[in-house]
């Protein structure tokens, strides 16, 4: 059971990597739900992960806001994904919808651009499809379009506010999967959850932010510059998430407690990708 976590900054990296992480998502502004990152963050996270191994897949979200892109959108994201390939990535994580579905055609022309890519360890470049995949009207059809389009991992919540509540919409997930490609659950994975969220959906894979709320400077707030909280990733929660996927699925608890699941945290993570 591989778990990623999700990050913004170097710091981000360097806790994910202190508890254990098996790869990092790298994003920026995490607060709007992940934005692509510079080049240059990529370049300094490969730094700090690649002498222990551990992969880094790169969000690829030209925007805030929705996934029904225009051309405008879907060209910088075909030219953002070529630049954090170029970069060294190992994986790309992207996620385009249109009128309630995936968007085909604009994925499929984004696809086509890094199928077969190598990266630098010599692995095939790995497409990751993101929680945009929760917002459309049957998330378990879509699946079919997404391995047919390429993706060999969905990143998803289940189509809910976080995964203790998707969970069965993910275990319908990985059953249309089929081993096809992989499903990881994210949105609200925290310790003290994993281990029964895993069991009620039967993921190959988690995705946490792993992070704690932090005081912002009021100045700062009152210039504009930041909210008034911002979330950091936490070695700590890291290292509990990763000593509970190895303990593996708790299924007595899973059966005695679905339905509260969430009650240790109720909201999302705060990336898309998850």
């Known amino acids: 059971m591989k778990l990623e976590i999700c990050v913004e900054d170097l710091a981000g990296v360097a806790a994910a990597l202190e508890g254990g992480a098996d790869r990092i998502e790298l994003c920026s502004a995490l607060a709007l739900g992940g934005v692509t990152p510079s080049t240059q963050l ?3 996270a490969l730094d700090l992960c690649r002498p222990r191994q551990v992969p880094v897949h790169v969000m690829v979200r030209p925007r805030a806001g929705d996934f029904d892109y225009g051309e405008s959108d879907l060209e910088l994201a075909r ?3 070529e630049a ?39 692995s095939a470049l790995e497409l990751s499809l993101h929680r945009a995949i929760d917002t459309l009207d049957d998330l378990v059809a879509a699946v079919d379009e997404a391995v047919g389009l390429g993706f060999g991992r969905i990143l998803s919540s289940g189509g809910a506010s976080n995964a203790a ?9 990985v059953e249309r999967a089929g081993g096809r490609c ?28 792993a992070s704690t709320v ?35 699925p708790d299924v007595t608890s899973c059966e005695r407690n679905t339905p509260n ?14």
């Open 42 to 44: 990529l370049v300094a």
């Open 79 to 81: 030219s953002e994904g």
């Open 84 to 122: 954090l390939a170029g970069a060294g990535a190992d994986g790309l994580v992207f996620g385009a919808t249109r009128n309630g579905g995936l968007d085909a055609a604009g994925l499929r022309r984004w696809t086509e651009r890094f199928h077969g890519r190598m990266t630098p360890s010599s």
């Open 165 to 173: 509540v998707g969970a069965p919409t993910l275990a319908r997930m």
């Open 182 to 209: 992989r499903i990881a659950a994210g949105a609200g994975i925290v310790p003290g959850n994993v281990r029964q969220i895993i069991a009620a959906s039967r993921v190959d894979e988690v995705h946490s932010s």
């Open 214 to 248: 932090v005081g912002t400077e009021a100045r700062l707030v009152s210039l504009g510059f930041a909210g008034e909280t911002r979330k950091i990733t936490a070695a700590s929660l890291v290292r509990a998430l990763k000593d509970e996927t190895i303990q593996g």
């Open 261 to 274: 699941l969430s009650t240790r945290d109720g909201s999302g993570d705060e990336s898309i990708s998850q």
